[in-house]
Structure formats: structure tokens, C-alpha cells
């Protein structure tokens, strides 16, 4: 179904109209717009293109474009006091402003949020699995993998495609919907043989009916649209901090060819994952940079994973935090309330994404994971290593979705309309009539 035929349906079904307001209106938290619109405050109203699973919870579409299609016209929801709003216009000072609000009102305000556009009981279970380890050429000074570095990883050759596919049907049968394939690259590049085990390994995750992403360093648009071919539903490629910072974290490759890799894999149509890590010696100001620069994207990433640094001996910033050293500050060492705060800037400012909680949980309790999804987290990975470092098993998991009454999400299946929505307690305000521009 094309986005325009998704929009029609959204707009024929939008019916439940409150009241009409003229654009001038003080009454709505609208912003200037530059021709007359038809504003309107509106309830949800299931559009026919929506699914509902067996377990009868009404489902969005779980392709992330034809997910966001019906909401062109949405210019805000509000519940409460609370208002958001998916914008690509945020300046960096509003982002700072909602990154120091009191801990109390922003961790008030992004359960709001999350529970206007997500069902907050779902939680998906992704799979790491590192199918190349180590001998990596780059020097992120975080990273056990990188060749620079001398740590406890060994470089082994590519996993064959069979083992691979065993991890993921292990993976599924443990709870897991989306698996991802991690090799220590630089980037694709030349590698002809790897590339084609990798679209087979793609191939074969896929026809198991699970999510399949591949984070494998930087990619042309043609490896690109080769993997989009093959089912690939995702794209991992981090930017782990702001642009001023990541200078000091990495030196073999720029911020600018990151942004071409990941602007290559949504050109391909594949869904963007990409986040970034605490701990790495950043500034609050940095953490603050890297979400404006990932809320400034033509399209917000659909996927963004929060880590915290796990300090690996014998890597650069491993090192400074276990020596201490006086320039160390902000080094690992990340605690659950900074976590929480970084999860719930992200999930406000960017609310129709899933923010996915990564690395580094293993240093957390079930208390402080709970403060991270009431944050506005809805995903984990599960699985007893993530790449390299040491992660919950999945029993441990499993008894930690009993305690909180989490749900997985299934796999290509979209997430669940949130019951706040179909429920009719958010208001949406919706612009029609005049594309919207901001002023
Ligand atoms: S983070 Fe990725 S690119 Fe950087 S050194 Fe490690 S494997 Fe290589």
C-alpha cells in the first residue's frame, strides 16, 4: 500500500472531531504555519490498514514508513499537561531544557509520552551476536575489538552461515523477535565472499520469521539496496556521541561518513538504528548533541539504543577509568539516573521511536532497569553476550518481564496502538487543508 493510499485512509477515518479551530486560535499549542489550515482536535480512530494480532490488540503497521504515514497531519498530542510533538526542527536549547528539567517532571513527562504512542507493556527482546570479532582497523577507544587496542578479544574468521542461523532459532526459541549480525569492520568495502554469506545469512534469519539487522561498518547505497533485497529490516550504525566530542573517541573515521551510511541504509528503505553511548568521557552538553543531531534527521531513526560504556581493559577509556586518571571524569561509571534521563530526553523528543536499552545493563539492578523502561525504554537485548561484553541470560530476562508484566513484541507484526490512544484520553491536534510549515 503506498503512503499516499495509508494517508487518504487515516484522513477518511479521522472522524471523531471534537471541535474545529480557526488558525489563529490561542486555545491549541500550535505552531505558525505559513497558508490557512484546518485545525482540528481529533480522538483515535482505528484507520482499516491497522492489524490486530491473535492476542486482538490493534497493531500499527510494522514497516517504519508505512507506521508514520498516517501522521502527517498530526501536529501535537496532548495528555493532561503533557504535549509532544514528532518534530525534525528541534533547536539544540530546547533539547537541553527538556535534558535538565527536575528528575521527577522529566521522568513524569516521558511516561506521558511514551504511554500517547506506545503501549507501554511491550517490550522487545533483540539478539546481538557477533558473527566477526575482533581485528577491527578503526580506533573507537571503547571498543575490545578494534586491532589497535590489546585486549582479551582474539580475531576470529566470519561464523559460517549454518551457526549463525543455529544462534538465531536458539535466539527465537528463548523469546528473542529481532536479531542482529555484528562484524568488526571499518565497512563493507571489497569483501565479495563475506558479503554474500552475509545477504545468505540475511536471507535465511528472515525466513524464520524474525526481524533481521546487520551492523557491519560503513555501506554504499548499493550494498545497501542488495541487503534491503535480501529482507534486511535494519541497519545499526552509531554515532555514540555529539560532533564536538567524537574527535576525542575516534579518530579513523569521521562523523560525516557515518551520517552518509546511515542516510544510504533509509535511502534503501531500510529502518535506521542509531544511537550512542554514556560514559565515553562526554560532557552533559554532548549528550544533548547527539540526540539534536538525531532528532534533526530528514526521519527520526526508528531505532535508538542507549549504552553504557562496559570499561574493557586495554582499551583506551577502559584504561583512564580503571587507573583513575585525572582527566577520567565521565568515564564509565554511568549511573541508572543519568541512563534514565538520556532514555527519556531521547523517547520526547523523538516519541515514535524505540529506544532501545543496550549495553552495560548488566551493571544495573532490576529496580534501576525499571526507572530506564518507566524512562520510555521499550526494548532490550537479551542473550548472554552482547558482541564482546558480558550481558543477563536469557532466564534472567525472562523472570524480569514476569516481575514488571512485560510482553515481547512479536516480530513483523508493528507495535500495539497504545490503550491511552484507543481509549480516547489523547487528544491529537491534526493540520489540514496546508502542508505544514514551520515557521
Ligand atoms: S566499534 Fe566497531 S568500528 Fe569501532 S573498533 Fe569496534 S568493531 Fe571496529
Same mark, same amino acid.
Given at each position: 500500500?503506498?503512503?499516499?493510499?495509508?494517508?487518504?485512509?487515516?484522513?477518511?477515518?479521522?472522524?471523531?472531531?471534537?471541535?474545529?479551530?480557526?488558525?489563529?486560535?490561542?486555545?491549541?499549542?500550535?505552531?505558525?504555519?505559513?497558508?490557512?489550515?484546518?485545525?482540528?482536535?481529533?480522538?483515535?480512530?482505528?484507520?482499516?490498514?491497522?492489524?490486530?494480532?491473535?492476542?486482538?490488540?490493534? #497493531?500499527?503497521?510494522?514497516?517504519?514508513?508505512?507506521?508514520?504515514?498516517?501522521?502527517?497531519?498530526?501536529?501535537?498530542?496532548?495528555?493532561?499537561?503533557?504535549?509532544?510533538?514528532?518534530?525534525?526542527?528541534?533547536?539544540?536549547?530546547?533539547?537541553?531544557?527538556?535534558?535538565?528539567?527536575?528528575?521527577?517532571?522529566?521522568?513524569?513527562?516521558?511516561? /506521558?509520552?511514551?504511554?500517547?504512542?506506545?503501549?507501554?507493556?511491550?517490550?522487545?527482546?533483540?539478539?546481538?551476536?557477533?558473527?566477526?570479532?575482533?581485528?577491527?582497523?578503526?580506533?573507537?577507544?571503547?571498543?575490545?575489538?578494534?586491532?589497535?587496542?590489546?585486549?582479551?578479544?582474539?580475531?576470529?574468521?566470519?561464523?559460517?552461515?549454518?551457526?549463525?542461523?543455529?544462534?538465531?532459532?536458539?535466539?527465537?526459541?528463548?523469546?528473542?523477535?529481532?536479531?542482529?549480525?555484528?562484524?568488526?569492520?571499518?565497512?563493507?568495502?571489497?569483501?565479495?565472499?563475506?558479503?554474500?554469506?552475509?545477504?545468505?545469512?540475511?536471507?535465511?534469519?528472515?525466513?524464520?520469521?524474525?526481524?533481521?539487522?546487520?551492523?557491519?561498518?560503513?555501506?554504499?547505497?548499493?550494498?545497501?539496496?542488495?541487503?534491503?533485497?535480501?529482507?534486511?529490516?535494519?541497519?545499526?550504525?552509531?554515532?555514540?556521541?555529539?560532533?564536538?566530542?567524537?574527535?576525542?573517541?575516534?579518530? /579513523? #573515521? /569521521?562523523?560525516?561518513?557515518?551520517?552518509?551510511?546511515?542516510?544510504?541504509?533509509?535511502?534503501?528503505?531500510?529502518?535506521?538504528?542509531?544511537?550512542?553511548?554514556?560514559?565515553?568521557? %562526554?560532557?552533559?552538553?554532548?549528550?544533548?548533541?547527539?540526540?539534536?543531531?538525531?532528532?534533526?534527521?530528514? %526521519?527520526?531513526?526508528?531505532?535508538?539504543?542507549?549504552?553504557?560504556?562496559?570499561?574493557?581493559?586495554?582499551?583506551?577509556?577502559?584504561?583512564?577509568?580503571?587507573?583513575?586518571?585525572?582527566?577520567?571524569?565521565?568515564?564509565?561509571?554511568?549511573?541508572?539516573?543519568?541512563?534514565?534521563?538520556?532514555?527519556?530526553?531521547?523517547?520526547?523528543?523523538?516519541? #515514535?521511536?524505540?529506544?532501545?536499552?543496550?549495553?552495560?545493563?548488566?551493571?544495573?539492578?532490576?529496580?534501576?532497569?525499571?526507572?530506564?523502561?518507566?524512562?520510555?525504554?521499550?526494548?532490550?537485548?537479551?542473550?548472554?553476550?552482547?558482541?564482546?561484553?558480558?550481558?543477563? +541470560?536469557?532466564?534472567?530476562?525472562?523472570?524480569?518481564? %514476569?516481575?514488571?508484566?512485560?510482553?515481547?513484541?512479536?516480530?513483523? +507484526?508493528?507495535?500495539?496502538?497504545?490503550?491511552? %490512544?484507543?481509549?480516547?484520553?489523547?487528544?491529537?491536534?491534526?493540520?489540514?487543508?496546508?502542508?505544514?510549515?514551520?515557521?
Amino acid at each position: 500500500m503506498t503512503l499516499t493510499a495509508i494517508t487518504a485512509i487515516r484522513r477518511a477515518t479521522a472522524v471523531s472531531l471534537r471541535r474545529t479551530l480557526a488558525p489563529t486560535s490561542t486555545s491549541v499549542s500550535v505552531r505558525a504555519l505559513s497558508t490557512a489550515p484546518h485545525v482540528t482536535i481529533d480522538k483515535f480512530v482505528s484507520p482499516s490498514n491497522y492489524s490486530t494480532h491473535q492476542d486482538t490488540v490493534l #497493531r500499527h503497521p510494522n514497516d517504519v514508513r508505512e507506521r508514520n504515514a498516517p501522521f502527517t497531519e498530526e501536529t501535537s498530542r496532548t495528555l493532561g499537561y503533557v504535549t509532544a510533538s514528532v518534530r525534525n526542527d528541534w533547536t539544540k536549547s530546547e533539547i537541553a531544557e527538556v535534558y535538565s528539567l527536575p528528575f521527577h517532571e522529566l521522568m513524569y513527562r516521558a511516561s /506521558t509520552v511514551h504511554r500517547m504512542y506506545w503501549d507501554p507493556s511491550e517490550v522487545q527482546q533483540c539478539t546481538l551476536l557477533s558473527i566477526k570479532t575482533g581485528g577491527c582497523t578503526e580506533d573507537c577507544s571503547y571498543c575490545s575489538q578494534s586491532s589497535k587496542h590489546k585486549t582479551f578479544v582474539k580475531p576470529t574468521p566470519t561464523m559460517k552461515v549454518q551457526e549463525v542461523l543455529e544462534a538465531a532459532r536458539r535466539a527465537k526459541e528463548a523469546g528473542s523477535t529481532r536479531f542482529c549480525m555484528g562484524a568488526a569492520w571499518r565497512e563493507l568495502g571489497n569483501k565479495k565472499n563475506a558479503f554474500g554469506h552475509i545477504l545468505e545469512m540475511v536471507r535465511g534469519v528472515n525466513s524464520m520469521g524474525l526481524e533481521v539487522c546487520c551492523t557491519l561498518g560503513m555501506l554504499n547505497a548499493e550494498q545497501a539496496r542488495q541487503l534491503k533485497e535480501a529482507g534486511l529490516t535494519a541497519y545499526n550504525h552509531n554515532l555514540d556521541t555529539s560532533p564536538e566530542h567524537y574527535p576525542n573517541v575516534i579518530t /579513523t #573515521r /569521521t562523523y560525516e561518513d557515518r551520517l552518509q551510511t546511515i542516510a544510504n541504509v533509509r535511502d534503501a528503505g531500510i529502518s535506521v538504528c542509531c544511537g550512542g553511548i554514556l560514559g565515553l568521557g %562526554e560532557k552533559e552538553s554532548d549528550r544533548v548533541g547527539l540526540l539534536h543531531v538525531l532528532a534533526t534527521l530528514p %526521519e527520526h531513526p526508528e531505532s535508538v539504543p542507549i549504552n553504557a560504556l562496559v570499561a574493557v581493559q586495554g582499551t583506551p577509556l577502559g584504561d583512564a577509568a580503571a587507573n583513575d586518571e585525572a582527566d577520567s571524569e565521565g568515564i564509565a561509571n554511568v549511573d541508572a539516573f543519568e541512563m534514565a534521563r538520556m532514555i527519556a530526553t531521547a523517547r520526547i523528543v523523538m516519541p #515514535r521511536t524505540m529506544v532501545r536499552l543496550s549495553a552495560g545493563r548488566l551493571s544495573f539492578s532490576d529496580a534501576e532497569q525499571y526507572l530506564m523502561f518507566q524512562a520510555g525504554a521499550n526494548s532490550i537485548f537479551n542473550g548472554d553476550k552482547l558482541l564482546t561484553t558480558d550481558n543477563p +541470560a536469557f532466564d534472567e530476562d525472562k523472570a524480569l518481564f %514476569e516481575k514488571f508484566g512485560f510482553v515481547g513484541k512479536p516480530a513483523h +507484526a508493528g507495535p500495539r496502538v497504545a490503550p491511552m %490512544e484507543v481509549r480516547g484520553e489523547v487528544e491529537i491536534t491534526l493540520v489540514k487543508g496546508a502542508e505544514k510549515q514551520y515557521a
